[in-house]
């Protein structure tokens, strides 16, 4: 193991507790043990209990640090504090980056502060040495903080609901709190995963890690589509499209500007249709090297309002411009239907429809109704990923997180086995936070952009075909902008099914400590290409691959280590060089 756990908490807070750690673990690249700790010997550990001191010794830990995290949450789950438990900011050393975390904060003891927060300076956490081994602790409860984020446990209590069924995204806490644009999350994360490097860097502790993705990728960019419409004139809309043209002069140009006389004949009648537009998408990402997700209805038949599917999964058009997009590498996914938030069996049904034309490994639920047994159920039907999580009315990070996790059965008081990628931009969110504005929108793209590489992160971001039209997926458009400002700021782009396997694989790679100077690596999953990162020395010599197979790569303080073809239960030695 890299990293064990003591946790010394209420009993109803035991399994969160485990389930945030093992989720911590995943972004940052650890290998954390919470259970059976003292099967061996671990280069660390971390202790999860109240404030004040605690039952274990650093001389008991048996490792070379020890990292105290307080846990500050009330007797009762549910009861916290709307103040005390506020979304706060805090800087990593001297990085001015500010870092995200929801909890009450109580003072430290003298030492080196590792990280400060944003109001006044005061030390976040602070380390200690003393005869080789360092002590480290957190003015702030980072589990708590992540299971708050992740589980988006306020939601539960919001009694009102909208049309859809939804609690209103307003009353949601990053919206109520203006924290949308903060991944409270994956920041907690980071910051434990960013200590244990830290320390182990000082102290000259040889650490591995696993860095997010392989090829030296520094984030990915996974653009998708749901395809909700491939007709515009329908009764209903052209009864609305009257209204809103009345309503214009009132609102943002949210109105796409009226059409000729001869081209809206021409729409009405079909033969310019502007929601029949998926053959120009696929072009205008094709020749750009992307390849997107689309995801689909696949309801029986075809509907006359929204929000129930307005093609059904028999529309040949549909079908013919999917052939052409597999051809070309895109992903089709299930975009579930609106009913099947009400009655999950009907996912059943629709899962073989779209298996029958791509094999399919995800989901998106339309309208965003998602819940616990619709991951119940995806899980059972053999999904990898569902990708729900986020706003149709703002802008940014739901769950607090921008890197696929499992979700957290409240109920059962578990982990889901099935990923939930989760996304922080919809275009229609997009356009109506900027009010229309182009410079505005590539502004918050841009925030975001910053926000997500930093960590490291997925940027999953949704852009329908048929909203205003298909304005904004035409050439020209903000998103043929965005595709452009991504590849030269040097980002990916993977479908989600591909960022889905990778992250499975990735998770199920386990690192061993076995003694100072050497860790082993097991691979659970044949790899192409794994990227290991070392602090507090270098990797000087690998057993179980040819020499060809592996290099490193010396950065900062840090070095980097590529392992190339990794295959299931084939042990990798690492051994660290000498050190100075």
């Given at each position: 193991m890299t990293i064990a756990a003591t946790i010394e908490v209420p009993p109803f807070w035991l399994r969160p507790a485990r389930y945030v750690l093992s989720e911590m673990?995943?972004?940052?690249?650890?290998?954390?043990?919470?259970?059976?700790?003292?099967?061996?010997?671990?280069?660390?550990?971390?202790?999860?209990?109240?404030?004040?001191?605690?039952?274990?010794?650093?001389?008991?830990?048996?490792?070379?640090?020890?990292?105290?995290?307080?846990?500050?949450?009330?007797?009762?789950?549910?009861?916290?504090?709307?103040?005390?438990?506020?979304?706060?900011?805090?800087?990593?050393g001297d990085d001015r980056i500010?870092?995200?975390?929801?909890?009450?904060?109580?003072?430290?003891?003298?030492?080196?502060?590792?990280?400060?927060?944003?109001?006044?300076?005061?030390?976040?956490?602070?380390?200690?040495?003393?005869?080789?081994?360092?002590?480290?602790?957190?003015?702030?409860?980072?589990?708590?903080?992540?299971?708050?984020?992740?589980?988006?446990?306020?939601?539960?209590?919001?009694?009102?609901?909208?049309?859809?069924?939804?609690?209103?995204?307003?009353?949601?806490?990053?919206?109520?709190?203006?924290?949308?644009?903060?991944?409270?999350?994956?920041?907690?994360?980071?910051?434990?995963?960013?200590?244990?490097?830290?320390?182990?860097?000082?102290?000259r502790s040889f650490l591995v890690t696993k860095t997010a993705w392989p090829f030296g990728i520094h984030a990915v960019a996974c653009i998708t589509h749901d395809v909700d419409s491939v007709r515009k004139w329908i009764v209903p809309r052209i009864v609305g499209q009257m209204r809103a043209y009345a309503r214009a002069e009132t609102r943002h140009a949210a109105v796409p500007k009226r059409s000729t006389i001869l081209d809206t004949i021409a729409e009405m009648s079909g033969f310019l249709d502007p929601h029949?537009?998926?053959?120009?998408?696929?072009?205008?990402?094709?020749?750009?090297?992307?390849?997107?997700?689309?995801?689909?209805?696949?309801?029986?038949?075809?509907?006359?309002?929204?929000?129930?599917?307005?093609?059904?999964?028999?529309?040949?058009?549909?079908?013919?411009?999917?052939?052409?997009?597999?051809?070309?590498?895109?992903?089709?996914?299930?975009?579930?239907t609106y009913e099947s938030a009400d009655e999950p069996a009907r996912l059943g049904e629709e899962v073989q429809r779209i298996s029958a034309m791509s094999p399919s490994s995800g989901a998106r639920q339309h309208y965003l109704r998602i819940h616990r047994r619709i991951w119940r159920q995806q899980e059972s039907l053999g999904l990898l990923y569902d990708s729900s999580v986020g706003y149709s009315e703002f802008v940014g990070f739901r769950g607090g997180a921008c890197h696929p996790y499992h979700p957290f059965d409240s109920?059962?008081?578990?982990?889901?086995?099935?990923?939930?990628?989760?996304?922080?931009?919809?275009?229609?969110?997009?356009?109506?936070?900027?009010?229309?504005?182009?410079?505005?929108?590539?502004?918050?793209?841009?925030?975001?952009?910053?926000?997500?590489?930093?960590?490291?992160?997925?940027?999953?971001?949704?852009?329908?075909?048929?909203?205003?039209?298909?304005?904004?997926?035409?050439?020209?458009?903000?998103?043929?902008?965005?595709?452009?400002?991504?590849?030269e700021r040097g980002w990916h782009f993977w479908t989600m099914d591909r960022v889905a396997r990778w992250w499975k694989a990735r998770n199920t790679a386990e690192l061993l400590y076995r003694d100072p100077d050497t860790w082993e690596l097991i691979p659970r999953e044949s790899i192409d290409e794994l990227t290991l990162r070392s602090d507090g020395g270098a990797p000087e010599r690998i057993?179980?691959?040819?020499?060809?197979?592996?290099?490193?790569?010396?950065?900062?303080?840090?070095?980097?280590?590529?392992?190339?073809?990794l295959r299931p239960a084939n042990p990798v030695t690492i051994h660290r060089g000498a050190t100075t």
């Open positions: 673990a995943n972004v940052c690249g650890l290998s954390i043990e919470a259970e059976r700790h003292e099967a061996g010997r671990s280069i660390g550990r971390i202790v999860y209990s109240r404030p004040g001191p605690s039952s274990l010794s650093l001389e008991e830990a048996r490792g070379n640090f020890r990292i105290a995290i307080p846990y500050l949450g009330s007797e009762t789950a549910s009861r916290f504090e709307q103040d005390a438990w506020a979304a706060r900011t805090c800087f990593w500010p870092l995200h975390v929801r909890s009450p904060v109580i003072p430290l003891s003298a030492g080196l502060p590792l990280a400060q927060w944003a109001n006044g300076g005061e030390p976040a956490i602070v380390l200690r040495e003393a005869g080789g081994a360092a002590f480290v602790e957190f003015s702030f409860d980072a589990i708590s903080s992540y299971f708050l984020a992740i589980t988006q446990r306020e939601e539960h209590a919001i009694r009102e609901r909208d049309v859809h069924g939804r609690p209103p995204q307003a009353m949601t806490f990053p919206v109520a709190n203006g924290a949308t644009l903060s991944p409270v999350a994956t920041d907690s994360a980071l910051l434990v995963g960013r200590t244990a490097r830290a320390v182990c860097e000082r102290i029949r537009n998926l053959g120009e998408i696929r072009a205008l990402e094709t020749t750009r090297g992307v390849q997107g997700t689309f995801f689909l209805q696949m309801a029986p038949r075809r509907a006359r309002r929204d929000p129930l599917a307005l093609y059904s999964y028999r529309n040949l058009y549909v079908r013919r411009e999917m052939r052409r997009a597999r051809r070309e590498g895109h992903e089709l996914a299930l975009h579930s109920q059962e008081q578990k982990s889901l086995s099935i990923l939930e990628i989760p996304f922080s931009v919809m275009d229609s969110a997009l356009y109506e936070t900027c009010r229309g504005s182009r410079e505005k929108m590539e502004g918050l793209l841009r925030s975001i952009e910053q926000t997500i590489a930093y960590r490291n992160g997925v940027f999953v971001s949704i852009w329908h075909n048929h909203y205003l039209d298909g304005a904004l997926v035409k050439e020209g458009s903000v998103l043929a902008w965005y595709l452009d400002f991504l590849k057993e179980g691959l040819a020499d060809g197979a592996w290099s490193v790569v010396r950065q900062g303080r840090s070095s980097l280590l590529t392992l190339r073809g």
